[in-house]
Nanobody, 126 residues
Framework: QVHLAESGGGSVQAGESLRLACTVSGLPLNARNVGWYRQVPGDACRWVSRIDRDGSLHYADSAKGRFAISQDNIKNAVYLEMRALKPEDTAVYYC????????????????????WGQGTQVTVSS
């Protein structure tokens, strides 16, 4: 059974950095794409970044230049390094195995075809 677990969220001041981790079990990282998403209550689920099975990296416009996605094949984990954080980055961040990009008007974890973690809260204060 595939299981994803996020960690590393927290509360920071604007301009600071955080590193999120997504530990993946039951699925080798070369089997599916793994992405990061975020959602604010009442708003859409928004794709942030994705690392593909072939190692190629993709970023939403909101993440370009500030966020970096990477993976550790030994730990079977995917990371999202976030720097120069802004208050508008405040959200619950989810990792998921799957191909979704763009936005999804429902709850992130209700998007079919992706396998989701439980999420980790990131709060950025001004």
């Amino acid at each position: 059974q595939v299981h994803l677990a996020e960690s590393g969220g927290g509360s920071v001041q604007a301009g600071e950095s955080l590193r999120l981790a997504c530990t993946v079990s039951g699925l080798p990282l070369n089997a599916r794409n793994v992405g990061w998403y975020r959602q604010v209550p009442g708003d859409a689920c928004r794709w942030v970044s994705r690392i593909d099975r072939d190692g190629s990296l993709h970023y939403a416009d909101s993440a370009k230049g500030r966020f970096a996605i990477s993976q550790d094949n030994i730990k079977n984990a995917v990371y999202l390094e976030m720097r120069a954080l802004k208050p508008e980055d405040t959200a619950v961040y989810y990792c998921a195995a799957g191909d979704m990009v763009g936005t999804w008007l429902g709850s992130c974890r209700a998007y079919p075809g992706n396998t989701w973690g439980q999420g980790t809260q990131v709060t950025v204060s001004s």
